[in-house]
T-cell receptor, first 114, second 116 residues
Framework: KQEVTQIPAALSVPEGENLVLNCSFT??????LQWFRQDPGKGLTSLLLIQSSQREQTSGRLNASLDKSSGRSTLYIAASQPGDSATYLCAVPGVNFGNEKLTFGTGTRLTIIP | EAQVTQNPRYLITVTGKKLTVTCSQNMNHEYMSWYRQDPGLGLRQIYYSMNVEVTDKGDVPEGYKVSRKEKRNFPLILESPSPNQTSLYFC???????????????FGAGSRLTVL
């Protein structure tokens, strides 16, 4: 059974700094990996999706990397802003499934200090 | 506006009183799914549907039912709610596998359910 871990559970960073969020998964036979953002009282918003054949995906100040062999993904946020404060979750499809069944990490709650 | 709409957003009920949480999407998506989110456990999948009349269990289906009679709607039914079903519930949808952007999920805003 696929397990997804995100450490640390919470992170506080001064505004303007670059930061890295981590995601690890136990089974490397994945089709893709997604990063989501969750704001309090709201649903999840998809940030980036990396296909299994890719190593990186970029969107604005966000860059996600994927290393299937080591079971790791990172989300790099450049020049952090207070508006980046949110909980960030990663998710991978379950073993032997396509995208029908997603397994989520428990998330990293990010606080950007002005 | 393309969206997934859940109702109710907040509900307090009592043990054993049947309830339904509705989910509707206006994007003509084939795939829909329900998740529950609990502190320390993250999001866990309850049920999903690949298309009309096609549903399957996720990781935590016990105590829940779903139906997919129309493409746009995917209600979550709690026949006899219990306190351990107190949680934050999310519905999500995405296009079918053969279309562009098929992997990206769109989530509803969530429904916070309390069972006393």
């Amino acid at each position: 059974k696929q397990e997804v871990t995100q450490i640390p559970a919470a992170l506080s960073v001064p505004e303007g700094e670059n930061l890295v969020l981590n995601c690890s998964f136990t089974d490397s036979a994945i089709y893709n990996l997604q990063w989501f953002r969750q704001d309090p009282g709201k649903g999840l918003t998809s940030l980036l999706l990396i296909q299994s054949s890719q190593r990186e995906q970029t969107s604005g100040r966000l860059n996600a990397s994927l290393d299937k062999s080591s079971g790791r993904s990172t989300l790099y946020i450049a020049a952090s802003q207070p508006g980046d404060s949110a909980t960030y979750l990663c998710a991978v499809p379950g073993v032997n499934f396509g995208n029908e069944k997603l397994t989520f990490g428990t998330g990293t709650r990010l606080t950007i200090i002005p | 506006e393309a969206q997934v709409t859940q109702n109710p957003r907040y509900l307090i009920t009592v043990t054993g009183k049947k309830l339904t949480v509705t989910c509707s999407q206006n994007m003509n998506h084939e795939y829909m799914s329900w998740y529950r989110q609990d502190p320390g456990l993250g999001l866990r999948q309850i049920y999903y549907s690949m298309n009309v009349e096609v549903t399957d269990k996720g990781d935590v289906p016990e105590g829940y039912k779903v139906s997919r009679k129309e493409k746009r709607n995917f209600p979550l039914i709690l026949e006899s709610p219990s306190p351990n079903q107190t949680s934050l519930y999310f519905c999500a949808s995405r296009p079918g596998q053969t279309t562009s952007g098929a992997n990206v999920l769109t989530f509803g805003a969530g429904s916070r359910l309390t069972v006393l």
